[in-house]
């Protein structure tokens, strides 16, 4: 079965330096996002990606984050200077189309922990 | 702006006992609900979603839910709960053409 795949399950990182989180969409799925979620909190969305833009950002998804879907498989989510508060389980989801017409297929999550 | 309020962050049932877990949404359109479950160490998984038409929905492993416009509810349920429905329910709503606004999620505890 088609699964959406995030790497690495687990990052620590620390504050100021640059993280890269991994995804990998289903092959035929055209909507990309992600969200997530600070411990104890609700999941949050950040942002969606459609024909290698983005179509909708959250208030969270400011200067510090960008996305990019550099080689037409990988779908990546930057954040250039970490915070503490960016600690957070992150994830990436894909769909056929918007969520009200196909299911949006979540990953595992990257467990992201700024020290 | 849509929003989504999932009373009890722990809810306990033995098995075989009726499972509800508990969803309000306020939406300024007319709602699209979902529920999510997520299995330990897995991503969010869609159990069920309400968009048009039918308001009792039913979906996967057993359960369903009712939308209840006149309550902003969409209250899940399972009438006989087993051990491999312990994971942990969020409710979401439509936010935009693309995207879902989530609750906190429910973490539900079956005991034998």
């Known amino acids: 079965e088609p699964e959406v795949t995030q790497t690495p399950s687990h990052q620590v990182t620390q504050m100021g330096q640059e993280v890269i989180l991994r995804c990998v969409p289903i092959?035929?799925?055209?909507?990309f996002y992600w969200y997530r979620q600070i411990l104890g909190q609700k999941v949050e969305f950040l942002v969606s990606?459609?024909?290698?833009?983005?179509?909708?950002k959250s208030e969270i998804f400011d200067d510090q984050f960008s996305v990019e879907r550099p080689d037409g498989s990988n779908f990546t989510l930057k954040i250039r200077s970490t915070k503490l508060e960016d600690s957070a389980m992150y994830f990436c989801a894909s769909s056929q189309q918007g969520v009200m017409n196909t299911e949006a297929f979540f990953g595992q999550g990257t467990r992201l922990t700024v020290v | 702006a849509q929003s989504v309020t999932q009373l009890g962050s722990h809810v306990s049932v033995s098995e075989g006992a009726l499972v509800l877990l508990r969803c309000n949404y306020s939406s300024s359109v007319p709602p699209y609900l979902f529920w999510y479950v997520q299995y330990p160490n897995q991503g969010l998984q869609l159990l069920l979603k309400?968009?048009?038409?039918?308001?009792l929905v039913k979906g996967i492993n057993g359960f369903e839910a009712e939308f209840k416009k006149s309550e902003t509810s969409f209250h899940l349920t399972k009438p006989s709960a087993h051990m491999s429905d312990a994971a942990e329910y969020f409710c979401a709503v439509r936010s935009g053409y693309s995207t879902l606004t989530f609750g906190k999620g429910t973490m539900l505890l079956v005991s034998p």
């Open positions: 092959s035929n799925h055209l909507y």
């Open positions: 309400y968009t048009t038409g039918a308001t």
């Open positions: 990606f459609y024909n290698n833009e983005i179509s909708e």
